[in-house]
């Protein structure tokens, strides 16, 4: 019973993650950031020190395009051969800004990235464990109906337990396979679906 109930938590959070989108962006819109010049820090909630890594994401864009458009504007006065060498320095200046800004909009990305993955690993490796015994369960019951033959010769009933049994372990294959929220989200849903119906079939 407790491991059920901890199990319930973790799906409850898991789910609470996309109750607003059906992308896995929902997931990293609710990052926190925490950038210092050695490191992107990623956290599930607000700290002092954080911002919203989309937010951070956006205002690095923003000074990108800023950039970008000013050095666009001395292309203008170096085409009109005003103070050429000048003009070439401060576009030079402009340029490593740019790639400056861009390096760390890709390195908060990477970070977010990275961080999701991890976060699918190490839930995947907590539900693996804990479901363990409900697949072998499945994997018991479905073994013996597996070597009678074809479904055609079984009962509605029992081509219907058949059918839900495969498709939950399917669930459980897929839900240790994937590798991001949005795929992950997809077949926990699944499972909680047919464990609903198995139990109601099991009643």
């Not at 459980?172 to 464990?195: C, E, G, R, V």
């Amino acid at each position: 019973m407790k491991n059920y109930f901890k199990l319930a938590i973790l799906t409850t959070m898991i789910l609470y993650w996309f109750i607003i989108s059906d992308s896995f962006w929902a997931f990293q819109s609710n990052l926190y950031c925490e950038l210092t010049n050695k490191s992107v820090r990623i956290y599930t909630q607000k700290t002092i020190n954080t911002l919203k890594c989309s937010e951070y994401i956006q205002s690095l864009e923003y000074l990108i395009k800023k950039e970008f458009q000013d050095m666009q504007k001395v292309d203008i006065y170096i085409n009109k051969k005003q103070d050429v060498e000048y003009r070439k320095q401060v576009r030079a200046a402009q340029k490593q800004k740019i790639n400056d800004l861009q390096k760390i909009r890709l390195w908060v990305i990477d970070s977010m990235n990275l961080f999701e993955a991890s976060f699918v690993k190490k839930t995947q490796e907590y539900m693996q464990k804990k479901l363990s015994p409900y697949q072998k369960s499945l994997e018991t019951k479905i073994a013996p109906l597996g070597k009678l033959g074809t479904w055609y010769q079984f009962s509605p009933y029992i081509q219907r337990q058949i059918y839900l049994i495969t498709s939950q372990l399917q669930n459980l294959k897929d839900i240790y396979a994937a590798t991001w929220t949005d795929s992950f989200l997809k077949w926990i849903q699944n499972y909680l679906y047919f464990k609903k119906l198995l139990e109601w079939k099991s009643e």
